[in-house]
């Protein structure tokens, strides 16, 4: 390989190499948590605080774990008293802004857990931006009573509790109510 070619992939790959780094240091993660379970519960939520200190609006459009079957994105809120939770395709996390996942909003759903959580335990997730970018996450486990840190005013914590959901009957993720009183009181 000539010098002048050498060079120059060595110059295009450090540049690549210089970018990509840029790229991964513009989304800082913060106060990671993972709502600890009772045994045998299906699901449970993990929340982040993602801080953009970019320009440009990022995306957050996936999120992948072994902690359980299926990792999903999702938005929960009241409508009436009705508790609604629905599979979202992306969070947007605004230039030099933030997006929190947080109870009774936006967050993690982990269906299928590969064991119960339990307070002290440490969750690995991978986050997957829009534009390919992986970060890696790792969330302690909390109890309901840490949890309650993360609490949004108005919300209580049994709309929290992911143990009776009932995740197998639903047909689909993709915008579900819960008009079971039951479900309603399991959901967050």
């Not at 780094?21 to 600890?36: F, G, K, N, Q, Y």
């Not at 486990?141 to 949890?147: D, G, R, Y």
Request: a negative charge; charged letters at 20%; zero cysteines.
């Amino acid at each position: 390989m000539p010098v002048k070619q050498f060079i120059s992939s060595v110059v295009l790959l450090a540049t690549a190499s210089a970018s990509s780094l840029a790229l991964a240091s513009t989304i800082e993660l913060s106060d990671p948590a993972v709502r600890a379970m009772p045994p045998g519960a299906p699901a449970s939520g993990a929340y982040v605080t993602l801080t953009n200190h970019s320009d440009q609006e990022r995306f957050l459009v996936d999120v992948e774990s072994d902690a359980a079957d299926t990792v999903e994105i999702h938005i929960s809120k009241m409508e009436g008293d009705t508790m609604v939770m629905a599979r979202v395709p992306h969070i947007a996390v605004p230039a030099h802004g933030q997006a929190m996942l947080k109870p009774g909003g936006y967050h993690i759903m982990m269906i299928g857990l590969a064991k119960p959580f339990k307070a002290g335990d440490q969750v690995k997730f991978t986050l997957v931006m829009k534009n390919g970018e992986r970060i890696p996450m790792q969330a302690p486990v909390m109890s309901p009573e840490q949890m309650a840190s993360y609490m949004p005013a108005g919300m209580s914590m049994k709309h929290m509790d992911h143990s009776t959901m009932k995740h197998d009957d639903m047909k689909s993720h993709e915008g579900h109510e819960m008009k079971d009183k039951d479900e309603h009181s399991a959901h967050h």
